[in-house]
Structures are given as structure tokens and as C-alpha cells.
């Protein structure tokens, strides 16, 4: 059983991105592409939309050649930038009643509409 193995998730660096895919590089011997069709499974307009040059991501391995030391990539089955801790927030007290929802509601629809606007 080798490092690299069919099904098993590894952590990688992503060193190059073309419209057909992104490139994966893991250390000095094992590269790999994530085709554009293992990415989501919904349609993918832009491969930039999910990675960007030097991200550390999780990918799946959907196959292995160990002559090139090339593995073929998947991450639209797992969570692929997962960190390793969850940031939370501070939950920030507003009172309770409804004039404190009559004042907060117009700041509250003004972000969400600011964050779909981005």
C-alpha cells in the first residue's frame, strides 16, 4: 500500500490552472489534474471560481499511475478547503421585542442585499 491510493483523500498545492482543469502538486514526485468535470456537479463557467494558485486544498484520488507518478483528481465530493478548525463568531445580543426588529431589519436587508451585489 502506497502513500497515493485510489479513494483516499490527501491534501495537495495547486501550481497551475488551465480552462480544462487545475494541477495539484503534492511533493517532489506525485502531480495531478483536477479536470474541470470533477470540480462540481453543476456546470463550472470558470475554474478560477473555485481555486487560485498556491491554495492548500483536499482532493480525492479517482486514479493513480505510478509510472508518470500522475494521479487523476476529484473534489466535487468532498469539502475540499477545509482549514482544520471552525471559525466562529461572537453572537452579538440585540434585545428582544419587535421595535427591535422594526430598527434592525433595514440594516439587516441592506448587508444581504451589499454581500449579493459581490
Known amino acids: 500500500m502506497g502513500k497515493y491510493e485510489k479513494g483516499k483523500i490527501v491534501k495537495g498545492v495547486v501550481t497551475g490552472i488551465e480552462s480544462y482543469g487545475v494541477f495539484v502538486s503534492f511533493d517532489e514526485f506525485y502531480t ?10 453543476s456546470f463550472v463557467k470558470d475554474v478560477h ?11 480525492e484520488i479517482l486514479d493513480v ?3 508518470s ?8 465530493n468532498i469539502i475540499y478547503k477545509k482549514n482544520g478548525y471552525i471559525r ?3 453572537i452579538i445580543e440585540t434585545g428582544s421585542g419587535f421595535s427591535i426588529l422594526a430598527q434592525n431589519l433595514p440594516k439587516w436587508i441592506n448587508k444581504s442585499l451589499k454581500k449579493q451585489k459581490n
Not at 495531478?32 to 456537479?41: Q, R
Not at 471560481?49 to 482532493?59: A, C, H, L, R, T
Not at 507518478?69 to 466535487?76: A, E, T, V
Open 32 to 41: 495531478g489534474l483536477i479536470h474541470i468535470s470533477e470540480l462540481s456537479h
Open 49 to 59: 471560481d473555485f481555486v487560485k494558485i498556491g491554495d492548500q486544498i483536499y482532493v
Open 65 to 67: 499511475d505510478e509510472e
Open 69 to 76: 507518478n500522475h494521479l487523476k483528481l476529484s473534489i466535487k
Open 88 to 90: 466562529r463568531k461572537k
